[in-house]
C-alpha cells in the first residue's frame, strides 16, 4: 500500500481536491492519499516548492509526491514525473520540484526524470485546464500502484528548475531572505542554524526591527514580544510571540534577513 501526497492551489470550495483523489482511487484503490496543502497561494509555483520540501522527508519510501500549481495549463510546458532517490515527484515541469532535486543532488541520491508523453496512462479525454485530473493524478496512482517510470513517459535530462534563495556569508556573518510565511505569521528564512556555527551573540534585522539572541521557543517570552527562534527543521525563524511577524513587521516572502554575529 504506497502513500499519494497531494499539494495544490486549489482550495477546499471547489471539490477540486476530491476530484484527484476520485481519480486516484478508481486507478488505486489501496492508495494512501495524504493532502499536504491545498491552500497554496494561485500560481506561486515558489510556495508551492517549499511547502513539499519542507514535507517529503517524513514520508516513507516510495512515496509519490503529486503536486499542482499549473499557471502554463494548457500550454507547450512539459509533463514531469520523476525519481529522486527513493520518492516519486508528478507535476507539471515549471519548477515546482527544484527544491528536492537540490537536496537529492547535495545527498548524491539517483535521480531519473521524464517527460510524460505516453497517454495510455492518462484518463481518456484530457482537457486543456485541469492537467491535475487527466494527467498527474492517473500518472501518480500508476506509479503508485507499481508501474515503472520508464512506462509513463520518455527520459529527459533538463528539468526546469526555479532560483532558489540561499544565505550570503557577509563580513559581519550572513544575509539570509525569508523563504515561508505560516498560518501564524512566522517568518522562515533560508539560514540553517548550524550557519551560525554556535555563536549565541548574534543579531537579526528585519524590516528596520532588530532581534537580538535566539530563544528556545516562543513562551520564553512575553506576548507581542519580538524573537528569533530555530524551527523544527532547523531553520532560523523570526516570529512575534503570540502575533504575526508578518503582520507587524510587514514583511514577505524574499524580503532580506541581515546576521550580525558579535565577535568573541
Not at 6 to 19: A, H, I, Q, S
Not at 197 to 207: C, D, N, P, R
Not at 244 to 264: E, M, Y
Request: with cysteine.
Amino acid at each position: 500500500m504506497t502513500v499519494i501526497t497531494l499539494t495544490t492551489d486549489f482550495g477546499e470550495k471547489d471539490g477540486f481536491t476530491g476530484v484527484l483523489k476520485g481519480v486516484i482511487w478508481g486507478i488505486y484503490p489501496e492508495a494512501q492519499i495524504a493532502d499536504i496543502t491545498h491552500a497554496i497561494t494561485p500560481q506561486n509555483i515558489f510556495e508551492g516548492s517549499m511547502a513539499i520540501f519542507r514535507a517529503a522527508p517524513f514520508f516513507p519510501k516510495g512515496t509519490v509526491h503529486i503536486a499542482v500549481v499549473d499557471p502554463g495549463v494548457g500550454t507547450n510546458r512539459r509533463l514531469l514525473a520523476a525519481r529522486l532517490g527513493d520518492h516519486y515527484c508528478v507535476g507539471p515541469d515549471n519548477g515546482i520540484f527544484t527544491p528536492l532535486l537540490e537536496d537529492a543532488e547535495k545527498r548524491n541520491l539517483a535521480m531519473e526524470f521524464v517527460h510524460l508523453d505516453k497517454p495510455d496512462y492518462w484518463l481518456p479525454d484530457v482537457s486543456h485546464t485541469f492537467h491535475g485530473r487527466d494527467i498527474f493524478a492517473p500518472v501518480g496512482a500508476h506509479l503508485a500502484k507499481g508501474v515503472s517510470l520508464d512506462f509513463v513517459g520518455t527520459p529527459i535530462f533538463d528539468p526546469v528548475r526555479i532560483g532558489l534563495p540561499k544565505p550570503i556569508r557577509t563580513s559581519e556573518g550572513w544575509e539570509a531572505h525569508v523563504t515561508v510565511e505560516d498560518i501564524f505569521g512566522n517568518l522562515t528564512s533560508d539560514l540553517r542554524a548550524d550557519h551560525l556555527g554556535g555563536h549565541t551573540e548574534v543579531s537579526f534585522i528585519i524590516a528596520g526591527h532588530e532581534v537580538s539572541g535566539l530563544v528556545e521557543s516562543y513562551g520564553w517570552k512575553k506576548p507581542g514580544d519580538l524573537v528569533a527562534v530555530v524551527d523544527s527543521e532547523g531553520y532560523i525563524e523570526i516570529a512575534v510571540v503570540n502575533g504575526s511577524a508578518a503582520k507587524i513587521l510587514n514583511a514577505r516572502v524574499g524580503d532580506p534577513i541581515r546576521i550580525i554575529i558579535s565577535k568573541q
